[in-house]
């Protein structure tokens, strides 16, 4: 299994050997493409940031996504873990057997109003790949000593085309809290992007060996969606641009296989 920030959609790469891991005798070729970045990023972002411990509660944002997916397996290898899962209606079964203990239709409810419903209080953890307004919402859904941790801005891909509106809105609307703020709220906000630790070898290994020893235990097992040729490249895209994948996409050199 490889780490690289770019270039890796080719047959032939040459990347650094600290960034190779080795493959778990029953591992197939496709979860082990699945596995690194969604399943590096989720543990990192509820471990290392979020600190989940028994008890706690977590709001996963396009949870039938490739970081959601892994999010919500690693959450149920915590006890008494409640997790929040925004998504379409049409992936709120697949999100339950997941381990999303209450599925959201974004589309339909506002996702504030349905966990406050639930839990007046809040959540202990967000994990928010969204950005703009949503991470102020997130913000303010976080309970005593609650965090949330950025890890993306997918709020900027409305469409199939640029939309310099939206971009200008999420910029716009971007969330910004003082230290001041923080320390009368008790709570943290973290950002993460994994491509920026690719000198943090021992870091990221020692990650990779826990993951590893989930996978091997049962606990964890990447979700494919589909896998496409090369060839298909832009249909593979328009999957996850239309949001219709539940869990990776994934592409392969070769000839087509049967999804």
């Known amino acids: 299994m490889v780490l690289n920030r770019s270039g890796m959609w080719q047959e032939e790469v040459t990347v650094p050997s600290v960034q190779t891991f080795l493959m778990p005798e029953a591992m197939t070729f496709e979860e082990a493409a699945a596995l690194l970045v969604n399943y590096i990023t989720a543990y990192m972002v509820l471990f290392d940031f979020g600190n989940l411990r028994p008890g706690h509660s977590v709001l996963v944002h396009m949870a039938a996504g490739g970081v959601g997916m892994a999010a919500v397996q690693l959450c149920r290898t915590v006890e008494n873990v409640t997790v929040f899962g925004t998504a379409s209606a049409s992936k709120h079964e697949a999100l339950k057997e997941n381990g999303v203990t209450h599925p959201i239709d974004y589309h339909t409810t506002d996702y504030v109003d349905e966990i406050k419903k639930i839990s007046p209080k809040g959540v202990d953890i967000v994990m928010d790949p969204l950005g703009g307004s949503d991470t102020a919402k997130g913000y303010n859904l976080l309970k005593p000593m609650g965090k949330v941790v ?11 085309k640029r939309n310099l509106m939206a971009l200008a809105r999420t910029w716009w609307n971007q969330f910004s809290v003082t230290a001041l703020q923080l320390l009368q709220a008790n ?6 992007h994994l491509g920026y630790l690719d000198g943090e070898v021992e870091l990221v290994t020692g990650v990779v060996t826990r993951l590893l020893a989930l996978y091997s235990q049962g606990h964890i097992k990447p979700h494919v969606d589909s896998v496409w040729p090369f060839e298909k490249v832009a249909d593979a895209m328009k999957q996850m641009q239309e949001k219709k994948n539940v869990g990776k996409v994934l592409l392969v050199p070769g000839p087509e296989k049967e999804n």
């Open 187 to 192: 709570r943290a906000v973290c950002g993460f």
């Open 150 to 160: 950025t890890y993306g801005m997918a709020n900027l891909l409305t469409g199939p």
